[in-house]
């Protein structure tokens, strides 16, 4: 099963279509970490060191003073993964609200980032791209900078459309497993694997690797599954549906009027310890950028600690855009103020396990090569040869000293 371009297809129902940050976690069930993982968090291991300075950061949107002009480019167009979202909260985070304007035929939002002597353009993913996957996205326009690109979709296309990340957005991804029966409580991915209970999901990778482990059946899993809830609730939820932490447990309970009380979910994050929403840029093109990203990517990890500390603002405008847009996401702003604290709880967004904001760890990154890489292989999407951690990230740009 490979990594499809769309894993981030959400709900689709009434006035509401859910996106990854679009809900939170509320729900009476704590959520559960499986204690087996895949490459689990050791002692970080620098891939490369360097201390960079934040200037002009303070706290409000698109308050920054870098200069980056004749640095950076002129524009500097980062390509997200989906509709805008509060996924990319810090990424909006770096332009003005007075500032931002949106180019509906084109699905994009740009201003000027801070003051900072360059224009920041944001391009809708997922539906908005046919479904492409970002890291095509980045070789078919070379002025797109850096996109947003899972750790596994990294390592897929590791031989073809080699990236590099330089920004750990998100710490762990969001996925859950959640159900609607209320005499279920698994508490591991093999309980429900045990169980034989109906599984409803798209293919995808992590789905190859838990049947790999035995952990689930490959005949209890229906990778039909669109996204609408309208199987889970014809089978009063007596079937485990793959969703997200900080969406489909929050939607179902406040925003689905055929469900409209809490689920139980199991949390997959640490059983598949992928980084999400990491920023990558091409591999041919780090070296060339390295000045310019020396100094943006100190902004990228102020920004996002702003966004997750004070998301109001920015969140405002995400919801703004959104429903400008064909097809677009119609955000409700108490789910995505709810999903940011969710994702915070979680340590979804968070330090890497070096302390620092955004960071890397490469005995993680290289657990995933050695599991995914025989994967793929099966499939006939052969990655790199000799692929290593260095290949997949970098924390050369990060500034050691910004925590969250």
Known sequence: MSHPPHHRRRLHFGRHRAVLLSGALVVGVAAVVVPTSVGASKPATDLVSSSSSVGGGNGTPGSFTTNLKGVCPSNITIQTNW???????????????????????????????????????????????????????????PNILLGQVQTDESIQLSATQPTTAVFASYEWTPQVFFWGNPKWNFKTVADIGKSGAQVLAYTATYLSVFEKKGWL??????????????????????????????????????????????????????????????????????QQNSACLTKLV???????????HNPTATNKVIYNYASQLQGGAQLSLAGSAAAVKTLLSHGIIGNGSDGVFASFNSTRLTNLIKTLGPIFASEQKPIKTGLSASDLATNQFLDKNLHL
């Open 217 to 286: 059946k490959a005949s209890q899993v229906n990778t039909s599954y669109q996204g609408n809830p309208s199987e889970f609730v014809a089978d009063s939820g007596k079937v485990v549906s793959q969703g997200y932490i900080d969406d489909e447990p929050y939607i179902y309970q406040h925003d689905l009027s055929s469900w409209d009380k809490p689920v139980k979910y199991l949390w997959v994050g640490k059983s598949y310890p992928v980084y999400a929403n990491s920023l990558v840029i091409r591999s041919g093109a780090l």
């Open 298 to 308: 100190p902004l990228l990890q102020q920004a996002e600690i702003d966004y997750a």
């Open 83 to 141: 509709w805008p979202e509060p996924d990319a909260g810090g990424l909006y985070q770096l332009i003005a609200p007075s500032q931002g304007k949106a180019d509906i035929d084109a699905n994009s939002y740009s201003g000027p980032l801070g003051h900072t002597g360059v224009t920041l353009t944001l391009l809708a993913g997922g539906p908005a791209v046919g479904y492409q996957t970002v890291s095509s996205q980045l070789y078919a326009n």
